[in-house]
């Protein structure tokens, strides 16, 4: 048995159950310290990725850690402990701090950790529904509310779906494999492609992709703001890891490479039109995210080197500057009677300048304006697309940016150059929130204009 | 030196936002600006027009994995609109100096802006070009947002929109080009130098052309993407305006000299045609509409897309003298074109409105402007002695040679721009009998122009005059860098 390689999750779930305990004998009053150490826990599990010696495996091979899966755990490390520190103030001022909150976020982590290095359906299947399962929970924790109440159910019936497709396809893969583990078939077997078809379907819902993104404006809206920082990094960064280990095995197989543009064209484009539609800030951003699934599913339509590192680069940088808008709203939200409509933006410039100009920053480097990180992802997908002969994808992936670059102006424009008409209170910032609006900022701008680092990591990693 | 020239502006409009205090992002800004100038101009005076090549370069490698490196040099073009730029920056904060809303924001803006200018024109890597490209973007965006008239945010996203979709085509133009270096050569480079060595296939060429061709279209702008360019003049302040139409449309031009011409040169001669059609469009059709206008500052933008035509046609007439006389009209324009904008948001400050109706007789209320206003009318139009007329000159006798029919063609262009600025002159400067008693009577009062408009004006005017009377070493400076493409 080989320990090591899943030393990282051994520490998280060692964490998580301290965390558990601390959360059954701490009073009400020490929610901020849970939190605080909640937070703790996954910064530290970082550390332990170091002692990992990769490529290793356990279990029979079921569990395949290379070093792409452990930057891909960094990453969901480093994003559950910022969106934990980013969260306390907010369910403070909300009044509901369920301690709960901390070991389920930290559980959820955990499966999308399990996820990224999971080389056998049998664990994928698992690992995902420990992360899904959780994050329904985590989506409904405003229990009082309909609106989360009903993201919660929404998410649930819809990822049920999901679930089902990615057990269904299991069932025909290893039909046709006769195993359920994850590796290459070059046999054109109708069993094998229904099975691929499925598992694929599930996946692209969990990464909320046209046409299975209907949970995902719901689920944004409803869930309390710092869950859906979480959702809509997290999962994004593990899922996407896993599909570019996917694509490595599958994507000669017939049908992947149409499936994959289907899926990603009408993302970019449903998204893209719709999001004009919305009256609300955090379901526009809901609306970005499923665009962006759309962008990110181009890098998988093939296995290639420079294709999918600059997709992995891309959304990265891109979860940083999601999980920094999302704190903003939440820190906005925290106003009383604040709605995320468009009209209690107006005027955010005047009276809350800095987090006017991070939210702009944030939104501009979603746009792709360079000096903001996500332009060079944008810039490797051209190149790699052209150099694949995918000319007329990279043509619609720009045209879907250019119209992508109006609804994210509307907010810009309502934050600035508006007056305001309602009288709000200046929004207070937490340190945690601070903090992670902070690292965000610095990761996004920094990462543009010294992108190697990272870069030479996912280059290595694949 | 040229590095410092680039980033002391980004960096006194970051302190400006840390300190916010009104003088002192005032004086801040123009001491900047004014050292900026002074570099520049220290630069353009050591420049050697009799050699070959780059200048002043620096190349420090950035990011090794992609293959970028920060690589800045300048040519004879690039130092001449260097200059142009720094001079017109120091200008407009001349100009600025009693700006009263959010004055700390906005000259924080500008300064970031100048980086932006100038980094484009020194660029000479593309990574690092489009940063800058892209850079000149936000500032700007909240420049026409922020200080500008009633519809200025429709403007500002027209203008963001637009621009943005030519930067994007550009953008994949230049991943092309990249991509289609990595499988033949294994190796990526964002090298200016090294894309220019390499010898592109027909096919390739005439695709990233269209491509390049496209994002610099926008913002020159040609026709027919030029739409943008009227409301975004008509709701800009006066100052982005001026920079606007002086410094950013000559992006667009730049971009087709320094690597449209040389990265394709077999394409350049494939789409004459295409090229010089869209030009002589936007020589006639915009003169025709600038005619047909009644709102100063959309006359003036209009002018400028009918000037920008001249210079496209220049550009790919394939004759060394179109060529320098097509950079010559960069200049020349800018030079022009910000003091009639000038003129335009004077009056506007005096008389709160653009329109020729409320206009009339201002020759006798202010005429310091009125002789200002004429001269820089006439540098506009092409006058003897002004800037104009050396660049206008050189373009159509290299037109001429090749293509005598299009440059017969161009030159009712010519006819045209008299016609609508004296009729635009007229109209704001003489007839005053269509004004209201009680408006003259109100006029007597008006302030002409003051020491924070006089000294801009100034400056401005003794270049194009300069240009226009004694042009042979401007045209040497830029012949360095048609030689440089022609090869000759």
């Given at each position: 048995?080989?320990?090591?390689?899943?030393?990282?999750?051994l520490?998280?779930?060692v964490?998580?159950?301290?965390?558990?305990?601390l959360?059954?004998?701490?009073?009400?009053?020490?929610?901020?310290?849970?939190?605080?150490?909640?937070?703790l826990?996954?910064?530290?599990?970082?550390?332990?990725?170091?002692?990992?010696?990769?490529?290793?495996?356990?279990?029979f091979?079921?569990?395949?850690?290379?070093?792409?899966?452990l930057?891909?755990?960094g990453?969901i490390?480093?994003?559950?402990?910022?969106?934990?520190?980013?969260?306390?103030?907010y369910?403070?001022?909300?009044s509901?701090?369920?301690?709960e909150?901390a070991?389920?976020?930290?559980?959820?982590?955990?499966?999308?950790?399990?996820?990224?290095?999971?080389?056998?359906?049998?664990?994928?299947?698992?690992?995902?529904?420990?992360?899904?399962?959780?994050?329904?929970?985590?989506?409904?924790t405003?229990?009082?509310e309909?609106?989360?109440?009903?993201?919660?159910?929404?998410y649930?019936?819809?990822?049920?779906?999901?679930?089902a497709?990615?057990?269904?396809?299991?069932?025909?893969?290893?039909?046709?494999?006769?195993?359920?583990?994850?590796?290459?078939?070059a046999?054109?077997?109708?069993?094998f492609l229904?099975?691929?078809?499925?598992?694929?379907?599930?996946?692209?819902l969990?990464?909320?992709?046209?046409?299975?993104?209907?949970?995902?404006?719901?689920?944004?809206?409803?869930?309390?703001?710092?869950?859906?920082?979480?959702?809509s990094?997290?999962?994004?960064?593990?899922?996407y890891?896993?599909?570019?280990?996917?694509?490595?095995l599958?994507?000669?197989i017939?049908?992947w490479?149409?499936l994959?543009?289907?899926?990603?064209?009408?993302?970019?484009?449903?998204?893209?039109?719709?999001?004009?539609?919305?009256?609300?800030?955090?379901?526009?951003l809901?609306?970005?995210?499923?665009?962006?699934?759309?962008?990110?599913?181009?890098?998988?339509?093939?296995?290639?080197?420079?294709?999918n590192?600059?997709m992995?680069?891309?959304?990265?940088?891109?979860?940083?500057?999601?999980?920094?808008?999302?704190?903003?709203?939440?820190?906005?939200?925290?106003r009383?009677?604040?709605?995320h409509?468009?009209?209690?933006?107006?005027?955010?410039?005047?009276h809350?300048?800095?987090?006017?100009?991070?939210?702009?920053?944030?939104?501009?480097a979603?746009?792709?304006?360079?000096?903001?990180?996500?332009?060079?992802?944008?810039?490797?997908m051209?190149?790699?697309?052209?150099?694949?002969?995918?000319?007329?994808?990279a043509?619609?992936?720009?045209l879907?940016?250019?119209?992508?670059?109006?609804?994210?102006?509307?907010?810009?424009?309502?934050?600035?150059?508006?007056?305001?008409q309602?009288?709000?209170q200046?929004?207070?910032?937490?340190?945690?929130?601070?903090?992670?609006?902070?690292?965000?900022?610095?990761?996004?701008l920094?990462?543009?204009?010294?992108?190697?680092?990272?870069?030479?990591?996912?280059?290595?990693?694949? | 030196?040229?590095?410092?020239?680039i980033?002391?502006?980004?960096?006194?409009?970051?302190l400006?936002?840390l300190?916010?205090?009104e003088?002192?992002?005032k004086?801040?800004?123009?001491?900047?600006?004014g050292?900026?100038?002074?570099?520049?101009?220290?630069?353009?005076?050591?420049?050697?027009?009799?050699?070959?090549?780059?200048?002043?370069?620096?190349?420090?490698?950035?990011?090794?994995t992609?293959?970028?490196?920060?690589?800045?040099?300048?040519?004879?073009?690039?130092?001449?609109?260097?200059?142009?730029?720094?001079?017109?920056?120091?200008?407009?904060?001349i100009?600025?100096?009693?700006?009263e809303?959010?004055?700390?924001?906005?000259?924080?803006?500008?300064?970031?802006?100048?980086?932006?200018?100038?980094?484009?024109?020194?660029?000479?890597?593309?990574?690092?070009?489009?940063?800058?490209?892209?850079?000149?973007?936000?500032?700007?965006?909240f420049?026409?947002?922020?200080?500008?008239?009633e519809?200025?945010?429709?403007?500002?996203?027209?203008?963001f929109?637009?621009?943005?979709?030519?930067?994007?085509?550009l953008?994949?133009?230049?991943?092309?080009?990249?991509?289609?270096?990595?499988?033949?050569?294994?190796q990526?480079?964002?090298?200016?130098?090294?894309?220019?060595?390499?010898?592109?296939?027909?096919?390739?060429?005439?695709?990233?052309?269209?491509?390049?061709g496209?994002?610099?279209?926008?913002?020159?702008?040609?026709?027919?993407?030029?739409?943008?360019?009227?409301?975004?003049?008509?709701?800009?302040?006066?100052?982005?305006?001026?920079i606007?139409?002086?410094?950013l449309?000559?992006?667009?031009?730049?971009?087709?000299?320094?690597?449209?011409?040389?990265?394709?040169?077999?394409?350049?001669?494939?789409?004459?045609?295409?090229?010089?059609?869209?030009?002589?469009?936007?020589?006639?059709y915009?003169?025709?509409?600038?005619?047909?206008?009644?709102?100063?500052?959309?006359?003036?933008?209009?002018?400028?897309?009918?000037?920008m035509?001249?210079?496209?046609l220049?550009?790919?007439?394939?004759?060394?003298?179109?060529?320098?006389?097509?950079?010559?009209?960069?200049?020349?324009?800018?030079?022009?074109?910000?003091?009639?904008?000038?003129?335009?948001?004077?009056?506007?400050d005096?008389?709160?409105?653009?329109?020729?109706?409320?206009?009339?007789?201002?020759?006798?209320?202010?005429?310091?402007?009125?002789?200002?206003?004429?001269?820089?009318?006439?540098?506009?139009?092409?006058?003897?002695?002004l800037?104009?007329?050396?660049?206008?000159?050189?373009?159509f006798?290299g037109?001429?040679?090749?293509?005598?029919?299009?440059?017969?063609?161009?030159?009712?262009?010519?006819?045209?721009?008299?016609?609508?600025f004296l009729?635009?002159?007229?109209?704001?400067?003489?007839?005053?009998?269509?004004?209201?008693?009680?408006?003259?009577?109100k006029?007597?009062?008006?302030?002409d122009?003051?020491?924070?408009?006089?000294?801009?004006?100034?400056?401005i005017?003794?270049?194009?005059?300069?240009?226009?009377?004694?042009?042979?070493?401007?045209?040497?400076?830029?012949?360095?860098?048609s030689?440089?493409?022609?090869?000759?």
């Amino acid at each position: 048995m080989n320990w090591n390689a899943i030393l990282p999750e051994l520490f998280l779930s060692v964490g998580t159950l301290v965390v558990f305990f601390l959360e059954l004998f701490l009073s009400r009053k020490h929610y901020k310290l849970l939190i605080f150490v909640a937070g703790l826990v996954p910064l530290l599990s970082i550390l332990s990725l170091f002692l990992v010696q990769t490529p290793t495996q356990a279990f029979f091979g079921v569990l395949y850690t290379d070093t792409s899966s452990l930057i891909a755990k960094g990453l969901i490390y480093l994003i559950t402990g910022l969106s934990l520190f980013a969260s306390y103030d907010y369910f403070l001022k909300k009044s509901s701090e369920y301690g709960e909150l901390a070991y389920l976020m930290l559980l959820a982590s955990l499966g999308l950790s399990l996820l990224v290095s999971s080389a056998n359906l049998a664990l994928l299947f698992l690992s995902l529904e420990l992360a899904s399962i959780t994050m329904y929970i985590l989506i409904g924790t405003f229990k009082r509310e309909y609106l989360s109440k009903e993201a919660s159910y929404k998410y649930l019936v819809i990822g049920s779906v999901g679930t089902a497709m990615l057990a269904f396809g299991s069932a025909f893969y290893y039909g046709a494999v006769g195993s359920l583990t994850l590796r290459q078939y070059a046999q054109d077997n109708t069993l094998f492609l229904l099975g691929m078809f499925l598992i694929l379907s599930a996946l692209a819902l969990k990464v909320s992709s046209v046409p299975f993104h209907f949970w995902t404006p719901d689920a944004y809206e409803g869930a309390p703001t710092p869950i859906t920082a979480y959702i809509s990094t997290a999962p994004k960064v593990a899922l996407y890891f896993l599909l570019t280990k996917m694509a490595m095995l599958f994507s000669q197989i017939g049908g992947w490479m149409l499936l994959v543009i289907l899926l990603s064209v009408l993302s970019m484009f449903y998204a893209g039109f719709i999001a004009y539609s919305q009256r609300s800030v955090k379901r526009l951003l809901a609306y970005s995210s499923v665009a962006h699934a759309g962008y990110f599913l181009l890098g998988i339509v093939v296995w290639d080197k420079l294709l999918n590192s600059a997709m992995l680069f891309y959304l990265s940088v891109y979860a940083f500057a999601v999980l920094g808008s999302f704190v903003i709203l939440a820190v906005l939200e925290k106003r009383e009677n604040f709605t995320h409509h468009f009209m209690d933006y107006k005027g955010l410039g005047r009276h809350d300048t800095l987090l006017a100009i991070f939210l702009s920053l944030f939104l501009f480097a979603m746009i792709g304006i360079p000096p903001m990180a996500l332009f060079i992802g944008k810039l490797g997908m051209f190149a790699g697309l052209i150099k694949l002969g995918f000319l007329p994808l990279a043509l619609l992936f720009l045209l879907a940016s250019i119209i992508s670059a109006g609804y994210y102006l509307k907010v810009i424009v309502y934050m600035f150059m508006e007056g305001s008409q309602r009288k709000w209170q200046k929004a207070e910032v937490s340190v945690g929130e601070a903090f992670v609006i902070l690292v965000c900022a610095v990761f996004v701008l920094s990462l543009g204009l010294f992108p190697n680092a990272l870069y030479d990591l996912i280059l290595k990693g694949l | 030196m040229l590095s410092v020239a680039i980033f002391l502006p980004l960096l006194a409009g970051i302190l400006i936002l840390l300190v916010r205090r009104e003088k002192f992002s005032k004086m801040l800004s123009l001491l900047t600006s004014g050292v900026v100038l002074l570099l520049v101009l220290s630069l353009f005076l050591g420049f050697d027009w009799s050699k070959a090549g780059f200048q002043y370069e620096t190349k420090y490698t950035w990011i090794p994995t992609l293959g970028i490196s920060y690589h800045v040099g300048v040519d004879g073009m690039a130092i001449s609109l260097l200059l142009m730029t720094a001079i017109m920056f120091f200008a407009s904060f001349i100009w600025s100096w009693k700006v009263e809303d959010r004055p700390n924001l906005y000259h924080a803006l500008f300064l970031m802006l100048e980086t932006a200018c100038l980094g484009v024109f020194s660029a000479l890597d593309f990574f690092l070009f489009y940063i800058f490209w892209e850079g000149m973007l936000i500032p700007m965006y909240f420049i026409i947002g922020l200080w500008g008239h009633e519809r200025k945010v429709y403007a500002a996203n027209k203008f963001f929109v637009y621009t943005f979709f030519g930067s994007l085509f550009l953008l994949l133009g230049i991943a092309s080009l990249i991509a289609y270096a990595y499988i033949n050569t294994g190796q990526i480079s964002f090298d200016y130098a090294f894309h220019k060595n390499f010898s592109y296939p027909l096919w390739l060429q005439l695709l990233a052309f269209l491509l390049f061709g496209i994002g610099f279209a926008v913002k020159i702008p040609m026709w027919p993407v030029h739409t943008w360019l009227p409301d975004a003049h008509v709701e800009a302040p006066t100052a982005g305006s001026v920079i606007l139409a002086a410094v950013l449309l000559k992006m667009g031009t730049y971009g087709f000299v320094r690597y449209s011409l040389p990265l394709f040169p077999e394409a350049s001669k494939y789409y004459i045609p295409l090229i010089f059609i869209l030009s002589l469009v936007a020589i006639v059709y915009a003169a025709m509409m600038a005619i047909a206008q009644t709102h100063i500052k959309r006359l003036i933008a209009y002018s400028s897309i009918s000037h920008m035509g001249i210079v496209t046609l220049g550009t790919f007439a394939s004759d060394i003298n179109a060529l320098n006389g097509a950079i010559y009209m960069m200049i020349a324009h800018g030079l022009s074109s910000a003091t009639l904008f000038m003129s335009a948001g004077f009056i506007y400050d005096r008389i709160h409105s653009y329109h020729m109706d409320d206009l009339g007789g201002l020759a006798r209320y202010l005429p310091k402007l009125a002789v200002v206003f004429m001269i820089s009318g006439l540098a506009g139009i092409g006058f003897p002695g002004l800037a104009g007329f050396v660049a206008e000159f050189l373009v159509f006798l290299g037109t001429f040679k090749n293509f005598p029919l299009w440059a017969f063609i161009a030159g009712t262009g010519m006819i045209l721009s008299a016609a609508y600025f004296l009729y635009m002159y007229k109209k704001v400067m003489f007839e005053e009998e269509t004004i209201s008693e009680y408006r003259l009577e109100k006029w007597k009062y008006l302030k002409d122009l003051e020491l924070h408009h006089f000294v801009p004006f100034v400056l401005i005017l003794a270049c194009a005059f300069l240009l226009g009377i004694y042009p042979l070493p401007f045209v040497k400076i830029v012949e360095q860098t048609s030689r440089y493409i022609l090869g000759g």
